[in-house]
């Protein structure tokens, strides 16, 4: 088991679910290979995860489940999505139940419980609609008061598990002139409504995803009692808008999974395949592009983590963090799996050639993730919208909030301290301005120039290194605050170009800082590799190449240290990550061990 309990139940899942390679695993890649060529619904594997009892780490303990925090809920979420991100996203619609734990009557808590655990059921959440998208104050669903209840009429679509679900949260206008006051949310319960009066519509053929559910609802003059309405009438947009927090964030275990199952595919066929007297693995370029792989898996590791124990800790600030981690690990790993694609080279066209086609399916399925639960512009909007606020707390900074904020991070980021329970209810529109890990930034460096508290074995040459580098993304932060305060707010959706652009350099600068915090509270405890910090380096340099042309040299022998690494774990089937828990393991044949074990001492002597 791994040394920390929040990885226990992901250690145990891979466990019991085997090496996807083994085509006799639930959920191997010949198998998920299989259904999504067939485009057929996973029915028997998402029913060997109820069985397993996975669905009672969506429900929180005080509900009847086993949920207790949403940094072990993305670690066993990148178990499934490693091996299938159809099958992962399937399950985990499941998350929207949160909905419920946020905002229901206890009756309603009860029966959400029962429903998942005992019915094997789950949700869907219907937002979006044909006409209008994302626009969810423009939707047309309306919900007509009557005695005892409302009648709903309308269709929403398009809806991921809109047919196969039992409940469906239904987000429809209840005020005709109550503009955003004027939307309601409701959790629908199928099973009690009269068939004559909804349907479904018929499943969308989809690029990725392909078994999906991906269908949508309508319905007719539709009768729905008082007791499905969640929460007050009139609050449907305010507690959809906070439900995305939490399903934003999550969504981006999504792409790590996925990610960990590329870069591991194609080091497989880097290491055997042989090309020119040798193997593509000792090619200069092949070999750097899966080393920038590995590290942008560990940058957007320290941003996922990091969010998901802050939802615990800051959870007034998650329209900024939620906002920061949507868009940025699902768009940053989709980029990561396209570079390293070329490694493949002609398979990477082949649907069954090298690993059952496995990279290119996991392309395909990922591509959807930054379009889930608002895409990469509606977040990077959310972001625009508060910027400006941001800048003014960090100008109206005092000293004395200082104790509070360190406190702040050291729960946030330190993984060996215990998280508070989730406080739902304290989760705000906007951010009024905070951000943590960003105004920390100074912190930070502070604590880089108080050598004592870093560990001897860090060399000083890393020390001075990230000490540049932050005083650079500082510099960075500073220019960007000062170009927002002197610039016309923009309203509504009029946003310029330039703003967008500036909102991506926030989550590069967010992205770059938490990784920093990351390393600071952890380099005593996640091994050897991690606390040298050479990977730090690397990743704040890859984040600073879009930020600064003035960014320090770093030394190319630390590329091969970070090499060393990736074959380590890949040798001893770890997850790429920096908390690298024991994947299943398979038998390895020995042309692959002999590649790897060469490859090995080689890069050593490099290092």
């Given at each position: 088991m791994p040394p920390l309990k929040q990885y226990w139940i992901a250690a145990a899942l891979e466990r019991d679910l085997g090496h996807p390679a083994d085509p006799n695993s639930p959920l191997s890649f010949q198998r998920t290979a299989e259904l999504d060529e067939q485009e057929t619904f996973p029915t028997a594997e998402v029913e060997w995860l109820y069985n397993w009892k996975l669905q009672r780490y969506y429900i929180p303990t005080d509900c009847g489940g086993e949920f207790t925090s949403f940094e072990e809920f993305v670690a066993f979420v990148r178990v499934l999505s490693r091996r299938d991100l159809n099958i992962a996203i399937a399950f985990t619609t499941m998350f929207w139940s949160f909905l419920t734990w946020m905002a229901g009557t206890e009756a309603q808590k009860r029966k959400l419980a029962q429903f998942m655990i005992e019915d094997h059921g789950t949700m869907c959440l219907a937002y979006s609609e044909r006409d209008h998208g994302s626009d969810l104050v423009g939707g047309s669903v309306v919900a007509k008061k009557v005695p005892g209840g409302y009648r709903l009429t309308g269709e929403k679509w398009p809806i991921n598990r809109a047919t196969r679900s039992g409940i469906t949260y239904v987000l429809a206008r209840t005020d005709e002139e109550g503009g955003n006051r004027?939307?309601?949310?409701?959790?629908?319960?199928?099973?009690?409504?009269?068939?004559?009066?909804?349907?479904?519509?018929?499943?969308?053929?989809?690029?990725?995803?392909?078994?999906?559910?991906?269908?949508?609802?309508?319905?007719?003059?539709?009768?729905?009692?008082?007791?499905?309405?969640?929460?007050?009438?009139?609050?449907?947009?305010?507690?959809?808008?906070?439900?995305?927090q939490i399903t934003r964030a999550l969504c981006a275990a999504f792409s790590q999974g996925s990610a960990d199952t590329c870069l591991r595919t194609t080091l497989n066929f880097a290491l055997n395949r042989r090309l020119y007297g040798k193997t593509v693995w000792d090619m200069p370029h092949p070999r750097r592009t899966l080393i920038n792989g590995f590290l942008d898996i560990l940058t957007c590791d320290c941003?996922?983590?990091?969010?998901?124990?802050?939802?615990?800790?800051?959870?007034?600030?998650?329209?900024?963090?939620?906002?920061?981690?949507?868009?940025?690990?699902?768009?940053?790993?989709?980029?990561?799996?396209?570079?390293?694609?070329?490694?493949?080279?002609?398979?990477?066209?082949?649907?069954?050639?090298?690993?059952?086609?496995?990279?290119?399916?996991?392309?395909?399925?990922?591509?959807?993730?930054?379009?889930?639960?608002?895409?990469?512009?509606?977040?990077?909007?959310?972001?625009?919208?508060?910027r400006r606020q941001l800048a003014k707390a960090r100008d109206r900074r005092k000293p004395k909030d200082l104790e509070a904020l360190q406190a702040r991070l050291h729960n946030s980021f330190d993984l060996s301290t215990d998280l508070p329970p989730f406080a739902p209810q304290q989760?705000?529109?906007?951010?009024?301005?905070?951000?943590?890990?960003?105004?920390?930034?100074?912190?930070?460096?502070?604590?880089?120039?108080?050598?004592?508290?870093?560990?001897?074995?860090?060399?000083?040459?890393?020390?001075?290194?990230?000490?540049?580098?932050?005083?650079?993304?500082?510099?960075?932060l500073?220019?960007?605050?000062?170009?927002?305060?002197?610039?016309?707010?923009?309203?509504?959706?009029?946003?310029?170009?330039?703003?967008?652009?500036?909102?991506?350099?926030?989550?590069?600068?967010h992205a770059a800082t938490a990784c920093l915090h990351m390393w600071l509270y952890n380099h005593q405890q996640l091994g050897?590799?991690?606390?040298?910090?050479?990977?730090?380096?690397?990743?704040?340099?890859?984040?600073?190449?879009?930020?600064?042309?003035?960014?320090?040299?770093?030394?190319?022998?630390?590329?091969?240290?970070?090499a060393v690494e990736l074959l380590r774990l890949h040798q001893e089937d770890k997850m790429f990550s920096i908390v690298p828990f024991q994947l299943a393991q398979a038998s390895v044949p020995e042309s692959n061990v002999g590649a790897a074990e060469s490859a090995m001492p080689a890069l050593q002597l490099q290092a």
């Open positions: 004027g939307l309601s949310l409701f959790m629908v319960d199928k099973r009690e409504l009269d068939p004559a009066h909804y349907g479904n519509s018929p499943k969308i053929k989809t690029h990725g995803i392909r078994g999906a559910d991906m269908s949508g609802i309508y319905f007719e003059d539709c009768f729905v009692p008082d007791e499905m309405l969640l929460g007050p009438e009139g609050h449907g947009l305010e507690l959809a808008l906070k439900g995305f941003v996922n983590i990091a969010a998901a124990r802050g939802f615990h800790v800051v959870p007034r600030q998650f329209s900024v963090w939620s906002a920061v981690d949507k868009y940025f690990v699902p768009v940053t790993l989709e980029k990561m799996q396209q570079e390293i694609s070329v490694v493949l080279g002609a398979r990477f066209y082949m649907r069954d050639e090298h690993d059952n086609g496995v990279f290119q399916k996991m392309l395909r399925d990922s591509s959807i993730i930054s379009v889930f639960d608002g895409s990469s512009v509606v977040n990077l909007h959310a972001l625009i919208l508060q989760l705000e529109l906007m951010s009024r301005g905070a951000d943590d890990v960003l105004q920390g930034l100074e912190t930070a460096l502070a604590t880089l120039q108080d050598q004592g508290l870093i560990q001897a074995q860090v060399e000083e040459q890393v020390l001075s290194l990230l000490q540049q580098q932050g005083e650079l993304l500082l510099k960075v500073d220019e960007q605050d000062t170009a927002i305060a002197n610039s016309a707010f923009e309203h509504g959706h009029d946003q310029s170009f330039e703003s967008f652009e500036m909102a991506k350099q926030y989550c590069r600068l050897d590799f991690f606390a040298q910090g050479q990977w730090l380096v690397l990743c704040v340099d890859r984040l600073l190449a879009h930020l600064s042309p003035e960014r320090p040299a770093v030394p190319t022998s630390y590329y091969e240290t970070v």
